[in-house]
């Protein structure tokens, strides 16, 4: 299998870093000069290396022309233009999978500070654009943003050799493309299966009762509300959600259906197991239930010593580890969704 990257800026550093991250063969087939003309071109060398994906990787300041940037319908014109490629050569070529970017557009046009930016309007068009693709988004302008724009650029190394991105911008760049691309040949994970204690609500349901656990809307007990918003993200685009816990059944049904502060409650549940069973016998008993195998099963558990025996036992099972400070939580379950749950071919359900 093998990976293309395409770019209207130079980005050879970021195809090597690419194929060290991923061991397997990366090309860069197309000069910044022709990315567009080699999309059209059946003939082209992207093409002839017949790639399983392309990554479509586009510097924003050299897409838009500056005569297109003089306002937000001017740009729009143009990206409908470039759109209207990049959709005919994902319909030609629709064995292909097609990774598009976002993009990053810096305020550098000088406009009256009272008239409308057409930058910002420009970027929420595109992505609009490559988003009515159903195509999978590479997020480079969050990148971008995660970085700043003063760690994510190079300006030095953009007027040497156009080459736009630094060091750490190239390595943030790999990294996802290698994600994606783990995910683009990973399975589709359909049922991610939850502990209760110190994943769904903070503390022990045991120990310090229903009044007790760290859970609530508003306060500091909402990192677990928000992990539980991007379950229902999920359970949303169709991955079913289970619980496997050693609570008493009774007790965690009524924290589940009563505390004020679950975003979750019964009916959002496949299935349910909290009992003295072992977790991965109660895995494969929601396996059963639900008519999927043991494969399709990501399993999220606070307790080491369960992940411990869910993996020796259930090897094909994902077990993901939490991390220790629970405010991190939302962006590990993020995280999760994009590497198991990503819809990277369009034919997926």
């Given at each position: ?118 930058e910002p309007q420009a970027e929420a068009f595109w992505r609009r654009s ?220």
């Amino acid at each position: 299998m093998s990976i293309a990257l395409i770019s209207n800026a130079t980005i050879a550093h970021v195809a090597m870093k690419t194929s060290n991250l991923t061991k397997d063969d990366v090309y860069y087939p197309l000069g910044r000069s022709s990315w567009l003309s080699g999309l059209v071109d059946d003939k082209s060398k992207l093409y002839q290396c017949d790639p399983d994906i392309i990554f479509v990787i586009l510097h924003g300041r050299t897409l838009l022309s500056e005569d297109s940037l003089s306002s937000a319908e001017a740009a729009q014109a143009e990206i409908s233009s470039i759109i209207d490629v990049i959709r005919s050569a994902a319909r030609k070529h629709d064995r292909t999978t097609f990774v598009i970017s976002t993009i990053d557009l810096p305020l550098t046009k000088m406009h009256p500070l009272v008239s409308r930016r057409p930058e910002p309007q420009a970027e929420a068009f595109w992505r609009r654009s490559i988003e009515e693709l159903d195509l999978p988004i590479l997020e480079l302008s969050e990148i971008c943003t995660t970085l700043g724009r003063e760690r994510f650029y190079n300006n030095r190394i953009w007027y040497m050799g156009y080459m736009p991105f630094s060091k750490e911008g190239e390595d943030a760049l790999a990294a996802e493309i290698s994600r994606i691309w783990r995910a683009y040949r990973t399975p589709r994970r359909r049922c991610i299966a939850l502990g209760l204690d110190n994943i769904l609500w903070g503390g022990s349901l045991e120990v310090d009762g229903i009044d007790g656990v760290h859970l609530d809307v508003g306060g500091s007990g909402s990192r677990f509300f928000d992990f539980q918003k991007r379950l229902i993200d999920l359970k949303e685009s169709g991955v079913m959600l289970a619980v496997i816990s050693k609570n008493n059944l009774k007790a965690a049904l009524k924290c589940i259906n009563n505390h004020p502060g679950m975003l979750l409650r019964e009916g959002d549940f496949a299935a349910i197991r909290s009992n003295s069973e072992p977790k991965p016998a109660n895995l494969e008993s929601i396996a059963e239930e639900l008519g999927i195998g043991t494969d399709s099963f990501v399993f999220i558990d606070g307790d080491p010593a369960e992940r411990e025996e869910m993996e020796t036992s259930k090897p094909e099972v994902v077990v993901p580890i939490p991390p220790e400070d629970s405010s991190q939580m939302e962006t590990f379950m993020v995280g999760v969704s994009r590497q198991y749950f990503l819809r990277t071919k369009r034919e997926e359900p």
